[in-house]
């Protein structure tokens, strides 16, 4: 995955385009503002397959630009919070993996719409998988639920998760649809890295098992700091990830997760 990326930046690299997060919110405030003096209407905007078929093809376009489905109290915070992981996500990724990140999330909001064509498709699932790539790499960000509580955003992914899973079984299909596509993108971009987590996981479980009734012994640490050398068991208060512009299994404390030189060849493969 890392070189496929690395070959797909080296071609169409030059038409990434930076601040991507900033120029989306900007439309959104255009459109808010235009809306709210009467001066367009929202319908045209929305994706709704069957017209798009019809040739109302600007749709699958227009309808990112459609505010978010929230009360005007909370509007101006939802766009400054899309921005802020938004280009967080610029700064960790690169302006062109960031720009792949939307742009598959778009492909894939507009395929799934087509299985239901007569209802229209929001785009609040597109910046929700910003939302959930963000969570699942800075766990430990902390955000002031109602402006007063502060809350890890772990948790908020968590029950977004939940509420994916529930509209997923009880919503309409094309919610469905929409689920799929947000989940389709976020394990595109770390499904690897939840894979190589749940094998070494799985690995100390086997260990564990083969152990036990032994005398205890010094436990393995499952994770360690390519950089540090710190591990789960030495600093239990770090998280550790594995970098998914590093080549080979590369894993990270949350200190130099975002502050580490990337391993360009499998240092495995050297050996």
């Not at 496929?4 to 080296?10: A, D, Q, S, V």
């Not at 960000?141 to 899973?165: G, R």
Request: charged letters at 15%.
């Amino acid at each position: 995955m890392s070189s496929l990326l690395n070959r797909l930046e080296r071609i169409f690299g030059r038409f990434a385009v930076a601040n991507l997060s900033l120029y989306l919110v900007a439309g959104q405030v255009m459109v808010f503002v235009f809306a709210w003096f009467d001066k367009i209407s929202i319908g045209p905007l929305l994706l709704v397959p069957g017209l798009v078929l019809q040739g109302e093809w600007w749709r699958v376009l227009t309808f990112l630009l459609v505010p978010p489905p929230v009360s005007w109290v909370f509007i101006a915070f939802s766009w400054w919070m899309f921005y802020l992981m938004g280009s967080a996500l610029e700064d960790y990724w690169g302006v062109f993996r960031y720009n792949l990140f939307l742009f598959i999330g778009w492909v894939l909001t507009v395929g799934f719409s087509f299985l239901t064509p007569v209802e229209a498709a929001p785009n609040l699932f597109v910046a929700s998988s910003v939302f959930l790539a963000f969570a699942y790499l800075n766990p430990d960000f902390e955000l002031l639920l109602f402006f007063i509580l502060p809350v890890k955003i772990k948790w908020l992914a968590l029950v977004t998760w939940a509420i994916y899973a529930f509209y997923f079984v009880i919503g309409s299909w094309s919610t469905r649809c929409q689920v799929l596509a947000t989940v389709g993108n976020f394990l595109l971009f770390f499904g690897r890295d939840i894979f190589l987590s749940a094998r070494l996981h799985r690995r100390r479980m086997t260990g564990a098992a083969k152990n036990f009734g032994r005398s205890p012994a010094e436990p393995e640490a499952r994770h360690r700091c390519r950089i540090c050398g710190k591990t789960e068991l030495t600093h239990p208060q770090l998280d550790f990830r594995y970098c998914s512009k590093c080549a080979g299994e590369q894993c990270y404390c949350s200190e130099h997760i975002f502050n580490h030189e990337h391993v360009l060849t499998d240092e495995k493969a050297k050996v």
